[in-house]
């Protein structure tokens, strides 16, 4: 005689229906909020000149304040600060492809954020 096996129940779980008006919502919200990241990437891609040098004076703030706050010794704060912008060019072009790469990402989904309730 054969072995005979446990019972296995099957259990089904159950899901709500989702109506097909809220997947059409869904749908065109992820839709915009996907035509939102292509704008803003566009944007930053045509004004790459303004967002490099917004980018340089914020390397250049950072740099200042870093320096004076890690570095209290006045000669050797003077000297680094007017080292601090030999890696700016690297720096820049460093922070502009990050910044392109991830902000319209980033800044969709923070507008997004506010508009949700």
């Known amino acids: 005689m054969a072995a005979s096996s446990p ?8 899901r709500s229906p989702v109506a ?3 997947l059409a919502e869904e749908r065109l ?4 909020l996907h035509d939102i990241q292509l704008l803003l990437q566009d944007l930053f891609v045509r004004e790459e000149a ?5 980018l340089g004076s914020l390397y250049d703030v950072g740099a200042i304040n870093m320096i004076n706050k890690k570095i209290p010794f006045p000669p ?10 030999l ?5 820049t072009k ?14 969709a989904n923070w507008l997004y954020s506010k508009v949700k309730f």
Not at 7 to 14: F, P
Not at 87 to 91: D, F
Request: charged share 20%; net charge positive; glycine share 2%.
């Open 7 to 14: 019972n296995k129940a099957i259990t089904v779980l159950s």
């Open 20 to 22: 097909p008006q809220q």
């Open 29 to 32: 919200k992820k839709e915009r």
């Open 50 to 54: 303004t967002v490099t040098l917004i």
């Open 76 to 85: 050797l704060n003077r000297l680094l600060k007017s080292l601090a912008g």
């Open 87 to 91: 890696p700016k060019p690297l720096a």
């Open 94 to 107: 460093l922070l502009l492809r990050w910044f392109q790469n991830k902000c319209p990402a980033l800044l």
